[in-house]
């Protein structure tokens, strides 16, 4: 079974850091991109970022460049977010998801992330 | 970035409804479309990719059409448990980009 599962989330200050990591189980985790999506509270989503399976090619929504950082470890069947200079406008449940062809085919339970003094 | 318009934004229903959900793109996508469900608290489960195709497990009272700018979501006769947020996704240029989300509501 396709396992997702999301961890790092918290309440932070505006400004501040995050790593979020997701560990995958049930599949040949490097065969597959990885994806992060996002939800602000009452909103609709927001794809963030995602990463190719050997990690050598990733991309951006505008609004993170430059703050936001996807990575991945095969070896550890993980995929990371490490999120600098948050803002109040970060604040969002943090999905990360399978990709498979362009589609988001599996997803995490996501983590909640506050911004916030 | 490409710009995925959803109508109506929220809408109310009966069980047994046949309804229509419609996805705009204000470029064209070919077929680069996928339909997603969300319901309150869990994350979004994929219906549709392709545009078209169903994924496994879903059931076949849902289905997509559309090619180009415009696509739609149907499902053929509403059940309880449909009762959920829709979105559509492009996933032809980056940044993949959704639907602002169409809500099912109980009538």
């Known amino acids: 079974e396709v396992q997702l599962v999301e961890s790092g989330g918290g309440l932070v200050q505006p400004g501040g850091s995050l790593r979020l990591s997701c560990a995958a189980s049930g599949f040949t985790f490097s065969s597959y991109w990885l994806s992060w999506v996002r939800q602000a509270p009452g909103k609709g989503l927001e794809w963030v970022a995602n990463v190719k399976q050997e990690g050598n090619e990733k991309y951006y929504v505008d609004s993170v460049k430059g703050r936001f950082t996807i990575s991945r470890d095969n070896a550890k069947n993980s995929v990371y977010l490490q999120m600098n200079n948050l803002r109040a406008e970060d604040t969002a449940v943090y999905y990360c998801?399978?990709?498979?062809?362009?589609?988001?085919?599996?997803w995490g339970q996501g983590t909640l992330v506050t911004v916030s003094s | 970035a490409i710009r995925m318009t959803q109508s109506p934004s929220s809408f109310s229903a009966s069980t047994g409804d046949r309804v229509t959900i419609t996805c705009r793109a204000s470029?064209?996508?070919?077929?680069?479309l996928a339909w997603y469900q969300q319901k309150p608290g869990k994350a979004p489960n994929l219906l549709i990719y392709s545009a078209s195709t169903l994924q496994s497990g879903v059931p076949s009272r849902f289905s997509g059409s559309g090619s180009g700018t415009d696509f739609t979501l149907t499902i053929s006769c509403l059940q309880s448990e449909d009762f959920a947020t829709y979105y559509c996704?492009?996933?032809?240029?980056?940044?993949?980009?959704f639907g602002q989300g169409t809500k099912v509501e109980i009538k």
């Open positions: 998801a399978r990709d498979y062809m362009g589609r988001s085919e599996h």
């Open positions: 996704q492009q996933y032809y240029s980056y940044p993949r980009t």
């Open positions: 470029q064209g996508i070919s077929n680069s």
